[in-house]
């Protein structure tokens, strides 16, 4: 299978930073209070839900699942997040806590893996990586994935 073409509904995110020990906190979803797939999470439900990760996107409506839900493997340990594009052009955005302020001219690696599923058909984005100093902003664009083929 390859990797990095969104379709817009189901976008499984994984995050963490690795550079001088600071590190993205819960950036595999594990730390949360769910025991079960939970879908359509409106932004503060998520926020509540999950520690020092926000909702943040107008779309509102952001999945935390695992394997067990049938749409996919969780990339790390047992849990993934969900992003999706509505039919309206919202978005699911959401917000992940580092370990400490990032550093002007210090440099930083960001890994993630994401993967697209075909299940809704939907307009492709792709997904975009910003960076701020506030948790329910999305900032500054630093990153944004490359759109490409896979099989599903």
Known sequence: MKLSRIISCLALVFLFLETSGQVILNGDFEDHNFSS????????QYTNSMNHLWGLGSGNELDV???ACGYAEAPSNDWFV??????????DELSL???????????????????????????LIPPE???SADSLSF????HTSTL?????
């Open 82 to 91: 969900s992003l999706a594009k509505g039919f309206s052009g919202q978005y």
């Open 129 to 131: 990586i910003g960076l």
């Open 97 to 123: 806590k580092m370990s400490e302020p990032v550093v002007e001219g210090k440099v930083y690696e960001l890994t993630y893996f994401e993967l697209a599923a075909d299940t809704f058909e939907n307009n």
């Open 65 to 67: 699942q695992n394997s």
């Open 139 to 142: 900032g500054t664009v630093i």
């Open 37 to 44: 797939c939970r879908y359509n999470l409106d932004n503060d």
């Open 148 to 152: 490409t083929d896979f099989d599903v």
